[in-house]
């Protein structure tokens, strides 16, 4: 009998912003760890994390943008932008949600991992080391490729309106 290959999920929250004469923002970190130190392009994520099954896609959004961050999510309306499926396989959900927040009011969560490789020295990094409010076009730069769509998506939802 062979074993059922699970997806692997994760689930985000893509805050936005306009108005102030600056048009359209949103709010990406940048990802923490040695692997991501000195990358800009495509170094960027929505903050998300990986849910199990026995938690509701909404909640694990709501509780890794807290995690990520340091803060709880706005309140507001959520708006789902719906999946994509990232060069890893993972399947991604991300909704969108009007909102402020302050970049330099992040208190990231942390991840330990060995580093530098096979020293046998363990090393706790940020999740997340920085956060920006991006144009757009900043964001397409700096997000990872598969993420990109999310952007895309709520520009498409503001142009209608549904936003």
Do not use: N
């Amino acid at each position: 009998m062979t074993a059922e290959k699970t997806t692997r999920r994760s689930a985000g929250l893509l805050l936005f912003r306009t108005g102030a004469g600056r048009g359209l923002e949103v709010f990406i970190g940048h990802m923490g760890g040695p692997f991501w130190a000195g990358r800009e392009e495509a170094a960027w994520s929505v903050p998300k994390g990986e849910y199990g099954p026995d938690e509701e896609p909404e909640a694990a959004a709501r509780r890794e943008f807290e995690e990520e961050f340091g803060h709880p999510a706005p309140e507001g309306a959520w708006v789902a932008l719906g999946e994509a499926r990232q060069a890893s396989g993972k399947t991604v959900s991300v909704w969108a949600l009007e909102g402020e927040a302050d970049p330099a009011a992040a208190v990231p969560g942390t991840f330990s991992m060995e580093w530098p490789r096979k020293s046998g020295t363990l090393r706790e990094f940020p999740e997340m080391d920085r956060f920006a409010w991006c144009t757009p076009e900043e964001a397409a730069d700096r997000l990872v490729k598969g993420q990109r769509v999310f952007v895309d998506r709520l520009r498409e939802r503001l142009a209608e309106g549904g936003a």
